[in-house]
């Protein structure tokens, strides 16, 4: 039994130290291997993030903006569009 955890320890020693190796020495290697970046490699891919997340941010904003314009436009041609009658009906109904 202490034979098995002593290789069990040594084992995930040598596994933990040279990922940690590699990783200074190769991060192309360890990263196709564990999936594991360095912190300048995740600052960069935040930074993309953040600059994707603004211009979303920006393209939603427009669309907004659009959708209040048409809005707007499609709200003057019903009232260009409604025959008086049905107007004064509809101010008839509102008023009571």
């Known amino acids: 039994m202490i034979i098995c955890l002593f290789l069990f320890l040594t084992g995930f020693g040598l596994h933990f130290l040279g990922y940690r190796i590699a990783f200074h020495f ?3 290697l360890t990263r196709a291997m564990g999936g594991a970046i360095s912190i300048q490699q995740k600052e960069v891919i935040e930074t993309k993030y953040k600059e994707n997340v603004q211009k979303l941010e920006a393209n939603i ?6 959708i209040e ?3 707007v436009i499609k709200d003057q041609f019903a009232d260009i569009a409604t025959p008086a009658s049905v107007k004064s009906k509809t101010n ?3 008023a009571k």
Do not use: G, H, I, V
């Not at 904003?61 to 659009?66: E, G, I, L, S």
């Open 61 to 66: 904003a427009q669309a907004n903006q659009k």
């Open 69 to 71: 314009e048409l809005t």
């Open 92 to 94: 008839d109904l509102s």
């Open 26 to 28: 190769s991060p192309e």
